[in-house]
Nanobody, 123 residues
Framework: HVQLVESGGGSVQAGGSLKLSCIVSGYNGSSNYCMGWFRQAPGKEREGVASLYTGGGSTHYADSVKGRFTISQDMLYLQMNSLKPEDTAMYYC????????????????????WGQGTQVTVS
């Protein structure tokens, strides 16, 4: 049973930084999977923020966070710098055992497993 648990959210002033982590359990040690960070603000649809494939390959980012956010396979963290008020949202990590093509890596509907989310508030 695959489980994901996010941590690291909080409140920060504009221009500040936060680092989110995602602990994934239930995949066996030799399995690779797609992993992504998504966010959802009140009244808005869930959007893909950053993603990668744990078997290697490139990382992918939404245009709105390029140059500010970094996703890493190490502890599956999302380093968020130069935060803006519009980054305020509930952030979720997600995983899927399929090797999704680059065009689908930021599509939430393609991911099977989800964490409960961690709130990020930028003021």
């Amino acid at each position: 049973h695959v489980q994901l648990v996010e941590s690291g959210g909080g409140s920060v002033q504009a221009g500040g930084s936060l680092k989110l982590s995602c602990i994934v359990s239930g995949y066996n040690g030799s399995s690779n999977y797609c992993m992504g960070w998504f966010r959802q603000a009140p009244g808005k649809e869930r959007e893909g923020v950053a993603s990668l494939y744990t078997g290697g390959g490139s990382t992918h980012y939404a245009d709105s966070v390029k140059g500010r956010f970094t996703i890493s396979q190490d502890m599956l963290y999302l380093q968020m710098n130069s935060l803006k008020p519009e980054d305020t949202a509930m952030y979720y990590c997600a995983a899927d055992g399929s090797r999704l093509p680059p065009s689908q890596l930021l599509l939430s509907k393609k991911y099977t497993y989800w964490g409960q989310g961690t709130q990020v508030t930028v003021s």
